[in-house]
């Protein structure tokens, strides 16, 4: 099973992997902004933008690699990575579908507010860049289809961890 973890720069993705590899058998964390950094500096003066999703190789790298973690390895897979394109979506989360590999998408939401205080505890500044794309990247990952969302906001993340594992239940795990 692959487990995409969507949501706001900040919302707590990572954290929240982090908590759910404890529960799920044979977890390992994917790290999609390692594909990301290689294929960006691979590339001369960022043609494509600042966002992984908007170099094509990133989508077919990632593809590629959770395909072959999951079925060579036969590990379940969590990918905290914000998706903000639908076109992100078919290119790697429908084609491992496509493929026969169950695989869920999990939004996590919370109030500008909240996001916003996450960043700054986790050290960084007032303004940085994930402060400022905190709507862009809510807007993109909510609209991203087959997804289930969750509110963090009040949420310890043991209580997120039964939400999503109970979801995964109810919705046909491997």
Request: include cysteine; charged fraction near 25%; hydrophobic fraction near 40%.
């Amino acid at each position: 099973m692959i487990v995409w973890i969507s949501g706001a720069y900040g919302v707590g993705k990572s954290t929240f992997a982090e908590a759910l590899t404890d529960k799920v058998d044979h977890a390992v964390i994917f790290d999609a902004e390692k594909v990301g950094d290689a294929v960006r500096e691979n590339y001369s003066d960022e043609p494509y933008g600042v966002i992984y999703e908007d170099y094509p190789l990133w989508c077919e790298f990632t593809y590629m690699l959770l395909k072959d973690i999951h079925n060579v390895f036969h590990r379940n897979v969590l990918v905290p990575m914000t998706l903000i394109r639908r076109e992100s979506y078919d290119k790697i989360i429908q084609r491992l579908l496509d493929d026969g590999i169950d695989t869920k998408l999990i939004v996590l939401t919370g109030t500008y507010q909240c996001i916003h205080d996450r960043i700054l505890a986790r050290g960084e500044e007032e303004g940085c860049w994930c402060m400022e794309n905190i709507q862009m990247s809510s807007d993109g990952s909510a609209a991203i289809p087959n997804s289930f969302h969750i509110a963090t906001d009040h949420k310890t993340v043991d209580e997120l961890t039964r939400i999503v594992l109970e979801h995964i239940r109810a919705h046909g795990a491997r």
